[in-house]
């Protein structure tokens, strides 16, 4: 005689086997774990000033680690060589280039800035003359005193600011200074981590699984090779677009004879790698040259930057970035709107791949959840 099954009580209907009150005791939970690591903040303190002082060197090596990565891989598989011998060589080809580099733009660069610096002149005294012609029409009698206004507060601000650096004194120094040296430290530093990571890095999930139960493994190293490929897409991908933005502007400033174009190509190339951002901050400098030259330069300037705009959007950003990362634009749009809130430009700059390796995170938690919790059962009718 079969056995029949226990009728459930209430509270278990109602909240055991509740999916919206089980996912209100998740959120319920993490809240509170929040709040408890923001009463023992003090705790991650020295934490966080050991990040601060190695976080640079680390972030540069771990950028440069997914560009060089695959390079050795390939060599190593197709060539048969050590990893060691690989990352030697590219570092002295990384050596000659960056050698070259700098024999070549070094100079151009400086010629670029001397013939800026000769045609300030011609530049300003055409400010001037607009400045002059708005602030003797009448017409613009409201534009005259927000510009006072604004003219007026800066030079307060200007005087306030001088005074309190002024106080401080021998504490600003100190922390030039240090700056100074924390990005002298982390061009020194980060070339030696590079290469521990491309020597090492590629062996530190598996050891690292080592210490973990060994059920929990597998998803762990699962977990960590799709949080490589989004980072590793998306950086790639973003300095390829920026490379491509680069060359497209160079062209088309050349074409149209914008002065300084290369330089401000090459501005553009390396705006571009923050999203969204970059491609506006990206348009200040030739609108002001092209504003200063002629209204038909100001006219080209747009058309260069419409059709750069147009090849980025619909050829190059989906063939070089393509929908690895599948995150929506709006997503995106949000992420680097939330992110720059809350962190400033590094926000802007790391929201997105931040925000890729939570989508990671969180996708697999809830499979593991859907596939260990009975909630997601479908219950059969009984006959």
């Not at 023992?40 to 440069?64: N, T």
């Amino acid at each position: 005689m079969e056995k029949e099954p226990k009728e459930q009580s209430s509270f278990q209907r109602w909240f055991l086997d509740n999916k919206i009150v089980s996912v209100m005791l998740v959120i319920l939970l993490f809240l509170i774990i929040v709040f408890m690591l923001n009463k023992v903040a003090f705790l991650f303190k020295p934490i966080a000033q050991f990040f601060s002082a190695v976080g640079a060197p680390i972030v540069i090596a771990g950028v440069f680690y997914f560009l060089l990565n695959p390079m050795v891989d390939w060599a190593e598989r197709r060539f048969n060589l050590s990893r060691i011998v690989i990352i030697t060589i590219q570092f002295i080809v990384l050596a000659l280039l960056i050698i070259w580099g700098l024999a070549v733009f070094i100079p151009w660069i400086s010629g670029q800035i001397m013939e800026l610096i000769n045609q300030w002149p011609v530049y300003w005294h055409k400010i001037v003359r607009i400045v002059d012609q708005v602030t003797t029409d009448r017409k613009f009698d409201n534009v005259n005193k927000w510009f006072n206004n604004t003219n007026d507060e800066i030079s307060s601000w200007l005087k306030d600011y001088s005074a309190e650096y002024a106080k401080k004194g021998l504490h600003g120094v100190t922390s030039v200074l240090g700056t100074v040296t924390s990005v002298v430290i982390a061009i020194i530093t980060f070339p030696f981590v590079l290469f521990y990571l491309l020597k090492d890095g590629h062996q530190m999930p598996k050891y690292i699984a080592k210490f973990l139960p060994v059920k929990t493994r597998q998803s762990f190293l699962t977990t960590l090779k799709e949080i490589s490929r989004q980072i590793s897409n998306y950086i790639r991908g973003q300095i390829s677009v920026a490379f491509a933005v680069m060359v497209m502007f160079a062209i088309g400033y050349t074409i149209i004879g914008l002065p300084y174009g290369w330089l401000i190509a090459i501005i553009a190339g390396i705006l571009n790698i923050i999203p969204f951002l970059g491609s506006f901050l990206s348009m200040v400098p030739p609108i002001v040259v092209g504003i200063f030259i002629s209204p038909m330069m100001l006219v080209s300037v747009l058309i260069v930057f419409m059709i750069e705009q147009t090849l980025e959007g619909r050829i190059i950003s989906p063939k070089l970035l393509g929908s690895s990362l599948k995150i929506h634009p709006v997503t995106v749009l949000l992420v680097l709107l939330s992110a720059g809130n809350i962190f400033g430009i590094l926000g802007v700059i790391f929201g997105v791949p931040g925000y890729a390796i939570m989508k990671v995170l969180i996708s697999r938690f809830y499979s593991w959840w859907r596939a260990t919790s009975n909630l997601f059962e479908e219950k059969s009718d009984s006959l």
